[in-house]
């Protein structure tokens, strides 16, 4: 049976991915993030070619390159996102594709998840470089990841209209599991809200490109020496929330969990906790 091969010879990865990026990634909740690693993806050598021209061996050597330069859990990310282009050019745009490559290309074995606590210590050296930093807010969302376990995405589209100070309460719209959720806020997240300079449209961390964020932080932990992600702050609420006292339902309403066995994930109890317990 004879195939056309002139459209696959005709179009590039990277035109195959900027399309999706346009018209599918678009439309996911985590868009900006998909839209970041896409962009990157796009910049390497394998993007030039042609997708008639895409065959395992050349995406098992682009897939060794970035196992030497990227952990596991990136590297099947931009693995996927290209499998995800190539299925978008044959099944929406219509391009035959002899053999689609990538399901030749095994994914990369990820360690077990692991989360680290910030300990007290560690939290204070963090806050005192973070008064420093030109990211003005970056103490305050700090705070907020600790005090209140609120996620990064959570905490960019949080707007002034949506703190009730009165009730010490927020409103977090559009979470990443698709719903609004109303938290409690502490006395310090309250207070260091209160010093930061209102933006004009209204949002508390004016920022949009997640790529920023991560750069200032990154900048805080080379300055502190505290090798702790952002994401570690929601480590830490839960951990220390569970020690608290708080009851488990207490704590996934907190902090936005479903499933308790992703709660479960998150908090890190530590032996001498349980021993003192025990007496």
């Known amino acids: 049976?004879?195939?056309?091969?002139?459209?696959?010879?005709?179009?590039?990865?990277?035109?195959?991915?900027?399309?999706?990026?346009?018209?599918?990634?678009?439309?996911?909740?985590?868009?900006?993030?998909?839209?970041?690693?896409?962009?990157?993806?796009?910049?390497?050598?394998?993007?030039?070619?042609?997708?008639?021209?895409?065959?395992?061996?050349?995406?098992?050597?682009?897939?060794?390159?970035?196992?030497?330069?990227?952990?596991?859990?990136?590297?099947?990310?931009?693995?996927?996102?290209?499998?995800?282009?190539?299925?978008?050019?044959?099944?929406?745009?219509?391009?035959?594709?002899?053999?689609?490559?990538?399901?030749?290309?095994?994914?990369?074995?990820?360690?077990?998840?692991?989360?680290?606590?910030?300990?007290?210590?560690?939290?204070?050296?963090?806050?005192?470089?973070?008064?420093?930093?030109?990211?003005?807010?970056?103490?305050?969302?700090?705070?907020?990841?600790?005090?209140?376990?609120?996620r990064r995405g959570e905490l960019l589209k949080l707007k002034y209209s949506d703190i009730d100070f009165s009730r010490n309460t927020a409103l977090l719209r559009d979470t990443k599991n698709g719903s609004n959720r109303e938290i409690g806020l502490s006395q310090r997240a309250i207070q260091e809200i209160r010093k930061l300079p209102i933006s004009i449209n209204g949002e508390i961390f004016p920022i949009k490109r997640y790529d920023t964020f991560n750069f200032y932080f990154n900048q805080l932990q080379r300055r502190t020496g505290i090798n702790k992600r952002f994401h570690d702050c929601r480590h830490t609420f839960a951990s220390r929330k569970t020690t608290d006292g708080w009851l488990i339902t207490e704590i996934a309403q907190q902090g936005g969990w479903k499933q308790l066995q992703v709660l479960k994930r998150y908090t890190h109890i530590k032996a001498e906790y349980l021993a003192k317990k025990l007496k």
């Open 1 to 150: 049976m004879y195939k056309d091969l002139t459209p696959a010879r005709s179009i590039t990865l990277r035109e195959v991915l900027i399309q999706y990026r346009n018209t599918v990634s678009i439309h996911k909740k985590g868009h900006e993030i998909e839209k970041y690693k896409i962009n990157k993806l796009s910049k390497y050598p394998i993007s030039n070619n042609n997708i008639a021209e895409l065959n395992a061996l050349k995406l098992t050597e682009f897939r060794e390159y970035l196992i030497k330069n990227y952990s596991a859990g990136s590297v099947n990310k931009y693995l996927t996102l290209i499998s995800l282009a190539l299925e978008y050019a044959e099944q929406i745009l219509g391009i035959y594709i002899p053999n689609n490559p990538m399901r030749f290309i095994s994914r990369v074995k990820e360690p077990e998840f692991k989360g680290q606590v910030i300990e007290p210590e560690e939290e204070a050296l963090l806050l005192k470089h973070a008064e420093q930093s030109k990211l003005k807010w970056l103490k305050a969302a700090i705070i907020m990841g600790i005090d209140c376990g609120v």
